[in-house]
């Protein structure tokens, strides 16, 4: 019988990163050592633990990357608890890649890029930063605006620090929300620091967070002269199949498994406001 | 055109079953359902089953895949078996045509699988309409149930059975009872399609439009103040979606046997509450929002989607059955005016 979709591969558990107090990186390849597919910065993978459940998670690590795929999960809910419980050498079931993905070979080529994260939202940006920096001739400078909570919850602080920090071109800024002994960068929230930052209004913008961040940083951007079709974001609902048919993901007639997850922000616009 | 007397029917389902599983809606306590033939089953002269033929195609729970866990290690078992052939015998019009409405999802790349292997070994041979009654209203979506679709169409007229093949595989199919089938005009059948237009013209539900829906009405239909008044009552029992011929929203699930997990696909339900629940939220709270979600996915997301064919067959089961009688034709009216 031909290929199924809803029948998942095995993959295993190569490597635990911790990053945050809620949220770990797992290191993920086939049995037999390698890749489990190809994927797009932006693409997600359903990963499951059999008997406890499957979910789509954003692939986090880039496309370049051709070892191994890496998922920052945050631990939330059953499935997401169970994988945090689990260490090295577990197997899991994996199967995709499902969805569109960042525009990085059409619309962004080119382009001076701004990165807007909150919290496990820099999960699917990493894959995009670190495919542009490993294609760093095709595209302009980079800046990445980055809050979370506290120090202890920024997500890949010490590849910030080490690599995108330490290379030429690329500005980050990383803001938490409240004062913390041992930080002396930047306190507040993420959309009242795009503003204090005032980046070139040239710049095409991929962001990602918790809702109410994307909101209201949607608005300084505009406050600032930033169109929405300057706007990329990535979304996030329930998903059964991660193919367009158990029928639950979608806003309007489009499927965030299938259509999505990555939206510019003028076509979300159009649809209706239900996510 | 060929025929059959209706008294050697008993006899046409016996030389069927030979080869293949035949399918019928049969009476029983709560009106018709479907079941499979043995000897001594009567065919239901009811107008329409219960129970949509959706569960020949897309039953209500199947099994996906099988998993051994042991200790860290998983092994996936590939449970998927060739169909064996089947036939559905006396599908109406509406049902007939909601098999090409979840055609439109399941076939669609990528392919379902298990949905496909079912489809390519069942036959349908549907019947037309002789007493469409005053919940039908398929005539609203292009359905004609003196002319229904399948691999082979059969009509009912004066003590005889009529069979006329569509596709190749209804022509195989009345190749292999052509010995019980004599040739014949055309006449009695034209007779009897007309008689069924006439009815159809008198019914209740005639006049209902589609105009005012479609993929490009999406916001505006969304945004209306309607949904409010329309969704008030409902239970959110969920009992529209299961009996609809086009639902086909579907849940996956892990079941731990003890030595292995089954991993299974069932039928859900987008007016529950917990169908788009995820840990952090949930985008449709209120039952407004997944009875909009329900009706806005038949009349205008999935005709958005799909070339303009809406997503209802108008077969009126969820009119029978709702509970609260709330269903489609009132939002269609009430959204329309």
Known sequence: ?275 | MQKLSMEKLDELFRKMSEKQAVYLPVDKENGAKFEKWSEGTKMSQALNTIRSAKDFIFPQTENLVDFKVNGKNIEVADTREECEDFVIFGMKACDARSFGILDKVFLSEPVDTYYKNRREHGVLVTLACTKPSETCFCQTFGINPAEPEGDVSTWIADGEMYFEANTEKGKTFIESISDMLEDCGTEKVDAQKAKINEIMRKLPLNNLKTDAFGGDKLNELFNSPKWAELSESCLGCGTCTFVCPTCQCYDIKDFDCGNGVKRFRCWDSCMYSDFTRMAHGNSRNSQLERFRQRFMHKLVYFPANNDGEFGCVGCGRCLAKCPISMNIVKVMKALEG
Not at chain 1, 54 to 72: G, K, Q, R
């Open chain 1, 1 to 275: 019988m031909t290929n199924e979709t809803l029948i998942p591969k095995i993959g295993v558990v190569t490597d635990i990163r911790i990053d945050t107090p809620d949220v770990k990186t797992f290191r993920v390849v086939t049995p037999d050592g390698k890749k489990a597919f190809d994927h797009m910065p932006g693409q997600c993978a359903m990963l499951s633990i059999p008997g406890v459940g499957e979910a789509m998670f954003s692939i986090t690590s880039s496309p370049t990357n051709t070892e191994y795929m890496e998922f920052s999960i945050k631990k939330c809910g059953c499935l997401t608890s169970w994988l945090h419980q689990m260490e090295v050498g577990q197997q899991i079931t994996i199967r995709g890649p499902y969805g569109n993905n960042f525009p990085v070979e059409t619309d962004l080529k080119g382009k001076d890029l701004l990165f807007i994260a909150g919290g496990i939202g820099l999960a699917p940006l990493r894959s995009v930063i670190n495919y542009v920096r490993d294609k760093r001739e095709n595209y302009g400078s980079i800046q990445i605006i980055y809050g979370s909570r506290s120090k202890d919850d920024l997500v890949d602080y010490d590849e910030i620090i080490s690599e995108w920090m330490a290379d030429e071109g690329i500005e980050v800024n990383l803001t938490i929300d409240r004062e913390q002994e041992g930080w002396d960068g930047h306190v507040g929230f993420v959309p009242n620091y795009v503003k204090e930052l005032n980046p070139d209004i040239s710049k095409t913008v991929l962001i990602c967070g918790p809702p109410i961040m994307i909101k209201f940083t949607l608005g300084a951007l505009k406050e600032l002269g930033f169109e929405e079709t300057q706007v990329f974001t990535t979304m996030e609902l329930r998903m059964k199949c991660g193919v367009g048919k158990c029928g639950r993901c979608n806003i309007g007639n489009k499927y965030v498994c299938k259509d999505g997850p990555v939206f510019r922000y003028d076509k979300l616009g159009e649809l209706p406001d239900e996510y």
